[in-house]
């Protein structure tokens, strides 16, 4: 029951981070920008969305007992807090990269409980 409740946390979270994700993305088209410059220039939306993406399709698997839920869920939260790495080494404000690290090392928190916890 708790991994369970876990995986909805993680599904929830990932909701959260595609939201996060895409509101600037539409912003920056919606200013006459194209889809491909707003993802690929730099690639960080692009990174920011496919890792939410998979961090909570791993939280639904989880949800509903499904096999490799803590691993997609796992990949999700890695690739996120690589973002905010690749965002830090890149040289760009701490202020910029600080959230994505934060938040993806919550998410491998998250994924650490999940993978512990036995599957009912």
Same mark, same amino acid.
């Given at each position: ?32 920008? +194209? ?6 220039? $730099? $690639? *960080? ?13 791993g939280?639904?698997?989880? !949800? ?6 803590? *691993?997609?869920? *796992? ?7 690589v ?9 760009? +404000?701490?202020? !910029?990269?600080? +959230?994505?690290?934060?938040?993806g ?10 993978? *512990?916890?036995?599957?009912?």
């Open positions: 029951m708790l991994r369970r409740v876990a995986g909805l946390v993680m599904l929830g979270f990932g909701l959260w981070l595609i939201w996060d994700g895409i509101r600037p993305v539409l912003l920056i088209v919606e200013r006459g920008s +194209d889809l491909g410059s707003a993802l690929l220039s $730099p $690639p *960080t939306s692009a990174i920011r969305i496919v890792s939410s993406i998979v961090m909570a399709f939280g639904l698997l989880v !949800l509903l007992s499904a096999r490799f839920g803590a *691993t997609l869920a *796992t990949i999700g939260s890695v690739l996120f807090a973002l905010g790495g690749l965002m830090a080494a890149s040289g760009a +404000d701490s202020g !910029l990269w600080m +959230d994505e690290v934060l938040f090392m919550g998410a491998i928190a998250l994924s650490v409980l999940i993978l *512990t916890l036995r599957r009912a």
